[in-house]
């Protein structure tokens, strides 16, 4: 990856919700274009912190963001998206008394002209929300929220999509089909980064992932050895233990 010029570079931020009272301690992080990063780790050790930074939520105090080469740190959330970043939160993520097609029309804000071959696309990506498109989002079960969510970001065409916490208070059947639809997205050549509870299924489907610790990241590596070092284990379950094993 060395010759290669990150689509995402983050280094040494520091950044939180209070002044003088760091969420994230100096972390540092890299994403290539067309990979699929998963963010991992304890509660409170920072991951929607991170999220919430990078796409302008939050501003560090401290260190750099760039986006395709470019300083992002200052800028809006707004004009993040203008760049070709869009962001999906774990809550409040669809207008719930929008229908599914209003929704994914509002997703496309800073575009002009016929949205017709966009929504194809992300009916085409999602055949559930073709079949809900008249039906209020608010009425949508978790799943179907949670694709809507995505497809909505998805109708600005962007380069790097950012996921929090996707499969938060889903089924396990759900949580399997939210995956599934995950790495199709990122097939399709967009850049993803996962922010993500459920850590043996994150790492097993990442090319890389970021173990963050007490706003700190601890660990770095190739999603399937994360998932089988013990060191990473050690600081999910104890007891010398990976979790590919657990």
Known sequence: MSDRVPLLQVEDVYAGYVKDL???????FKLYPGEL????????????TLAKTVFGLLTPH????????????GLRPNQIVQRGMCYVPQIANVFPSLT????LEMGAFIRSGSLKQAKDRIFDLFPRL?????????TLSGGERQQLAMGRALMLQPSLLILDEPSAALSPVLVNSVFELIQ???QEGISIILVEQNARKALAMADRGYVLEAGRDRFEGPGLALLNDP???????????TLGNA
Not at 62 to 73: A, E
């Open 130 to 138: 073709l079949e809900r498109r008249r039906q209020r989002a608010g």
């Open 231 to 241: 060191k990473v284990g050690e600081l999910y379950l104890g007891g010398g233990r």
């Open 184 to 186: 199709r997205i990122n």
């Open 62 to 73: 401290q260190g750099s963001i760039r986006f395709n080469g470019n300083d992002i740190v």
């Open 37 to 48: 990063v998963v963010v991992i780790g304890p509660n409170g050790a920072g991951k929607s």
């Open 100 to 103: 599914v097609e209003e929704n």
């Open 22 to 28: 760091d969420i994230l301690q100096g972390v540092n």
